[in-house]
């Protein structure tokens, strides 16, 4: 029988690229997100008695990725580095519909970036992870009204940004 570390062991590697990429939303560089997504990880293997089996896995270790960050930004260790273009390295349908679509993230990016941290953090767990807003409040600790509004907010701003007010918000991401 596996051990509950051998569990989290082996379910890491398939779910590094989403922990990279709420890492890289939440520290908006890519080198960052490598380091907060290593030091996750060690300490979920480090602490993974205090994961319970049956409840989700990916939810625990965003939550530790997410209590860390804040712990760092708190004692102004955050390394901030360079920008995150390479977390468009996305692939999609063919030749004219792949530029678009790379054009249209690319832009989505950018517009990504300038909303507040708060707003950007709920937004990525949510609309691109796939989070419940239930879930998404549990691993940022705070209330599931605030979750909505932030991402309600995120959407509308959003859309401002990128020049297309008459988008309807869930045009830009779709809630789980």
């Not at 949510?126 to 932030?150: F, P, Q």
Request: proline share 2%; net charge negative; with cysteine.
């Amino acid at each position: 029988m596996k051990s509950i570390q051998d569990h989290i062991r082996s379910r890491l590697v398939s779910l590094y690229p989403r922990l990279k990429r709420v890492g890289i939303s939440l520290t908006e560089s890519e080198d960052s997100a490598e380091d907060l997504v290593q030091h996750a990880c060690e300490r979920a293997l480090e602490r993974s008695d205090q994961w319970t089996p049956g409840t989700r896995l990916d939810s625990w270790l965003y939550s530790i990725m997410y209590h860390a960050w804040v712990d760092e930004q708190r004692s102004a260790f955050n390394k901030n580095s360079a920008p995150l273009e390479d977390a468009l390295n996305v692939e999609s349908g063919e030749g004219t519909t792949v530029a678009e679509n790379l054009l249209m993230l690319d832009d989505v990016y950018r517009a990504l970036l300038q909303l507040p941290e708060d707003q950007r953090i709920v937004l990525t767990l949510v609309c691109i992870d796939g989070m419940s807003y239930k879930e998404a409040a549990e691993i940022l600790d705070i209330n599931i009204g605030t979750v909505m509004s932030r991402v309600s907010r995120s959407r509308f701003s959003l859309a401002k940004v990128l020049g297309q007010s008459s988008w309807h918000s869930s045009d830009i991401f779709k809630s789980r």
